[in-house]
């Protein structure tokens, strides 16, 4: 940034008339960022102040308590606003009524001296929300925002990790001490955040705080969501922005937009930014186009949509949505809507029942397929996630060279962290591999939602609540579908179908682009196994919705042997997994005996669908399986049990 002539002849004024005053006749002029500073004394302790280009017409500025330049875009942005940025190190007073007193001084001499706006903007990160909120508190008429990031609001809290959090043992004597506190009487003390933000509430002073979901530090359950229920209870309004899967570093956003936008329009509102357009959030990847299945909706009246996926398929939500949408567009059409959602599966399993549950029922015209949450949450390799993406895609353009294809990444915590830590999620990665590979667009909701929270759209703990959306959060998913229909279809179409190719060589010549379900009835029973024509729980444990009271091969003692003979390069076994599973040892045309743990990390609470891949690298061959029950188990297992509803083969 360059400073004016005028500027730097005010700055020149400003050290004659006012630097014996800051500095006891010593000032320092300083760069940062490129703006003009001012480092100097103030009443014996390090001071700062920062000047804009040019100052915007109110004069506003923004206090930074602690930790003086350490992410500094929000300063940086508000600097190139026309703000300035000031600080005063009162370190030694932990926030006590000494910083307080340290702090009305610097603020007379800022007003007074400089002419700043009489409403400051109070910035504390960490610690440096006791020094906010306990100086704001007492000056309530003088604070006209406040903006807190991962802000200590119970001194308990930290330093003194009587809670969740790991605690400072020398900070907290040093906390104690300086507030004239002991280890008893602390728990009466109300001269903190937690407590003394009531006035700031009934003052109306707005306020912002963004935290990390995972601060082990200062734990956002002892601080800043405590503050928050005193602030709503007193009438203040408070916005939280939690960033999942962080802890107490990196403070602040990477794009601070959020937090100058809230401050602009409690200051300057006449210099926030135009709203950013909600689909400038929306993470689509245009691949090809969607004109074979309008063509098909619009020409021949008919259409077949399937979806195919997990839970976040399997409930109403976003689905009914997509197809009210899709009838409503083409009202002369009749569609054939088919839900093939099964809660708890991924790609994997969807590449094995994609003839049975999808390809069976005719010709597929539009296909919606996810399994990004599953594919992760299920701890399947990266290898098997693109394998199995890769088997349904391949699959599905064989069956139909006309069909259009959807791959869709919905939203979960974990995705939320990686993207938070600059990561893209791994299963996302190898899905879009996938998907370039075989040009197929796709909808990155995970990004979407994790965008639009950390920009203050909305929030996870309030607005979408979990992975399975409340109704908010599914019609998020909604509107973004819809856009992406409404542009995909905003031309006019040729009338042409214009059929898929596929490439030559698969990107894993293991992928399972084959894949079926083979009858259990298949299997040579040896000993110990029966056939179960409606297998249902003895227990009370839960069950999903078409596996129970179906024909299930069962064994449930250690040595039980059956044979099957296949032809494929993959063996496997759709299952079901329940508190009592057990491993099974598995031989492929006499080769030594592997073992492979039924036991899920749901397996106690529910006897859940489960696919087993024994191998996926065979020759596509015929190949001759013995399996048998071992006599080991799972550690949390309370039995030996093999209930099994399919083989999958891939040839």
């Not at 294809?405 to 830590?421: H, P, R, T, W």
Request: hydrophobic share 35%; glycine share 8%; with cysteine.
């Amino acid at each position: 940034m360059k400073t004016s002539t005028k500027q730097q002849i005010l700055i020149l004024l400003f050290f004659l008339l006012f630097g014996t005053t800051l500095v006891n006749g010593f000032a320092q002029e300083t760069n940062y960022h490129g703006f003009k500073g001012l480092d100097f004394k103030f009443e014996g302790h390090d001071a700062k102040i920062v000047f804009p280009d040019k100052a915007e017409p109110g004069r506003h500025w923004i206090w930074r308590a602690r930790f003086w330049g350490h992410e500094p875009q929000t300063e940086i942005a508000l600097l190139q606003k026309g703000f300035h940025v000031v600080y005063v190190d009162g370190a030694e007073y932990c926030g006590n009524n000494d910083a307080v007193t340290l702090w009305s001084h610097f603020y007379d001499f800022l007003t007074g001296e400089y002419h700043l706006n009489t409403k400051a903007v109070l910035e504390g990160f960490s610690r440096g929300g006791l020094y906010v909120y306990n100086w704001g508190s007492e000056n309530v008429e003088k604070v006209a925002c406040i903006y807190a990031d991962a802000p200590v609001c119970d001194i308990r809290s930290w330093p003194g990790g009587k809670g969740k959090g790991v605690g400072s043992p020398e900070d907290w004597k040093a906390h104690l001490l300086a507030y004239h506190l002991t280890e008893n009487s602390v728990n009466d003390f109300k001269g903190m955040p937690i407590f003394n933000a009531q006035k700031l509430a009934e003052a109306r002073v707005p306020v912002i705080h963004v935290c990390g979901a995972k601060d082990e530090v200062v734990p956002i359950e002892e601080n800043t969501y405590v503050l928050e229920r005193t602030y709503k209870e007193a009438g203040g309004e408070i916005q939280v922005i939690v960033k999942e899967g962080i802890g107490h570093h990196p403070h602040s956003l990477k794009d601070p937009s959020p937090i100058v936008r809230f401050i602009l329009s409690h200051t300057s509102p006449e210099l926030v930014d135009p709203p950013i357009h909600p689909e400038s959030k929306m993470a689509i990847k245009f691949r090809g186009d969607l004109d074979n299945s309008r063509i098909k909706f619009e020409t021949l009246k008919t259409g077949r949509v399937a979806f195919l996926g997990g839970s976040i398929t399997y409930n109403p939500g976003w689905r009914n949505k997509v197809c009210d949408y899709l009838q409503k567009r083409f009202p002369e059409t009749k569609f054939d809507f088919i839900s093939t959602g099964i809660p708890s599966t991924g790609s994997t399993p969807g590449a094995f029942r994609l003839v049975r549950d999808v390809l069976s029922k005719g010709t597929v015209d539009l296909l919606f397929e996810e399994a990004a949450v599953n594919d992760a949450t299920n701890g399947i390799s990266p290898q098997m996630q693109l394998r199995g993406m890769e088997g349904i895609i391949n699959h599905a353009i064989q069956s139909n060279p006309n069909m259009d294809i959807v791959l869709m990444y919905f939203v979960d915590q974990d995705k939320m962290a990686d993207y938070n830590k600059g990561n893209t999620p791994e299963v996302i990665q190898q899905h879009e591999k996938v998907a370039e590979y075989y040009n197929v667009s796709s909808i990155n909701l995970a990004k979407e939602v994790n965008d639009r929270i950390l920009n203050g759209e909305f929030t996870w703990r309030d607005d979408f609540k979990d992975l399975h959306p409340s109704a908010f959060g599914q019609e998020i998913y909604f509107r973004t579908i819809e856009q992406f229909f409404e542009t995909s279809w905003n031309k006019a179409v040729s009338g042409v179908l214009k059929p898929k190719v596929l490439r030559a060589k698969p990107l894993d010549v293991n992928s399972y682009i084959n894949g079926h379900f083979e009858p259990i009835g298949n299997a040579r029973l040896k000993k110990g196994w029966k056939m179960v024509k409606n297998w249902a729980p003895s227990d009370k444990v839960s069950t999903r919705e078409g596996f129970v009271n179906v024909p299930v091969l069962e064994a449930t003692q250690p040595g039980a042997l059956l044979k099957l003979n296949f032809t494929g390069k993959t063996i496997g076994m759709f299952i079901t997994s329940g508190p009592d599973a057990g491993i099974v040892e598995y031989s492929i045309d006499g080769s030594k005996f592997k073992q492979a743990d039924q036991f899920t990390p749901w397996s106690e609470q529910l006897h859940i669908p489960w696919l087993v891949i024994l191998d996926d690298q065979l020759t596509s061959a015929k190949h001759t399986l013995l399996l048998r029950v071992a006599l080991s188990r799972n550690a949390k297992s309370i039995g030996y049990a093999c209930r099994i509803h399919q083989f999958a083969v891939n040839n």
